[in-house]
């Protein structure tokens, strides 16, 4: 079984400061990581991707892989309340099987 | 716009009854997937397939059954159904060939068997 794993939180946030969201995978194999946002009631939206170690960066967001340590985390700058929502951890197998973990939640309080 | 369509949204279903969950994509993608979503459990994978004419059990098959007869149709459907299957379901897609590509979501059906 390959598991991701993630904080449910809540994790709260000031509106203007850095949220980080981290999750953890267990099968080495792993070939590439993807972060989703998800509203309430909605489907999950494809944030970033990244499958290098080190950092991606888009816009207010950066990915951060570490596969040694097998974990990847979301950074969120200037965190706006709009960013609140649940967010979903996947990881890639064989090209065409992703693993999500359960999401964790961000408030960002204004 | 390109995408998934998922029909119905939601529907109220008896249990013992019997319905399909519609999913059609129009960006050719080889790879679709069947989730649920249940709260505290996250996405968790049913049935997919890897190109038309295969499909796949994932994590949570019992009670479903799928087909791929072309490449943009893959319904899902229950037999029978039970309470246990009241759920969120969300069909996916993906590339299959691009490894930063990801999945594209349906916007679900939200499924309630009384």
């Known amino acids: 079984q390959k598991e991701v794993e993630q904080n449910s939180g809540p994790l709260s946030v000031p509106e203007g400061a850095i949220a980080s969201l981290n999750c953890t995978y267990s099968d080495r194999v792993s070939q590439s990581f993807f972060w989703y946002r998800q509203y309430s009631g909605k489907s999950p939206e494809l944030i970033m991707s990244i499958y290098s170690n080190g950092d991606k960066e888009d816009g207010r967001f950066t990915a951060q892989l570490n596969k040694a340590s097998q974990y990847v985390s979301l950074l969120i700058r200037d965190s706006q309340p709009s960013d609140s929502a649940t967010y979903l951890c996947?990881?890639?197998?064989?090209?065409?099987?992703?693993?999500f973990g359960s999401g964790t939640k961000l408030n960002v309080k204004p | 716009t390109a995408g998934i369509t998922q029909a119905p949204t939601s529907q109220i279903l008896a249990a013992g009854r019997s319905m399909t969950l519609r999913c059609t994509q129009d960006?050719?993608?080889?790879?679709m997937y069947w989730y649920r979503q249940d709260l505290g459990l996250g996405l968790r994978l049913i049935h997919y397939s890897n190109t038309a004419g295969t499909t796949g059990k994932g994590e949570v098959p019992d009670g479903y059954s799928v087909s791929r007869a072309n490449t943009d149709d893959f319904p899902l459907t229950l037999a029978s159904a039970v309470p246990s299957q009241t759920s969120v379901y969300f069909c996916?897609?993906?590339?299959?060939?691009?490894?930063?590509?990801?999945?594209?979501f349906g916007s679900g059906t939200r499924l309630t068997v009384v």
């Open positions: 996916a897609s993906s590339d299959g060939r691009d490894r930063e590509s990801g999945y594209t």
């Open positions: 960006m050719r993608h080889n790879a």
């Open positions: 996947a990881v890639l197998y064989n090209f065409n099987k992703f693993y």
